[in-house]
Nanobody, 123 residues
Framework: QVQLVESGGGLVQDGGSLRLSCAASGRTFSNYAMGWFRQGPGKEREFVATISRSGHRTFYRDSVKGRFTISRDNTKNTVYLQLNNLKPEDTAVYYC????????????????WGQGTQVTVSS
């Protein structure tokens, strides 16, 4: 089992920034690729970003490229998502997830999920 706890969400204005954190415990953190997903009001959950076990490879959905940055610190068992130039359409609950395989944007490949952290961007 891997337990994931997100933090860092909040209310920001259009163009603002936030840094989300996801602390992992349980099994060896570096054995898992990590991903961030989000679910906006009335929307389905969607992929945001993913990072490989080593942190050397990343992949983003097109709408966040150049604005969001995923990173990880395997010594701290934590994955981060830096959100810059936030837009109202980024408003969502953000979830981190752990995948024992390769990086992927498929939610079905992730075995463990956090409880989510709310990000609200006001216009």
């Amino acid at each position: 089992q891997v337990q994931l706890v997100e933090s860092g969400g909040g209310l920001v204005q259009d163009g603002g920034s936030l840094r989300l954190s996801c602390a992992a415990s349980g099994r060896t953190f570096s054995n898992y690729a990590m991903g961030w997903f989000r679910q906006g009001p009335g929307k389905e959950r969607e992929f945001v970003a993913t990072i490989s076990r080593s942190g050397h490879r990343t992949f983003y959905r097109d709408s966040v490229k150049g604005r969001f940055t995923i990173s990880r610190d395997n010594t701290k068992n934590t994955v981060y998502l830096q959100l810059n130039n936030l837009k109202p359409e980024d408003t969502a609950v953000y979830y981190c997830a752990a995948d024992p395989g390769r990086i992927t944007d498929l939610a079905s490949e992730y075995d463990y999920w956090g409880q989510g952290t709310q990000v609200t961007v006001s216009s």
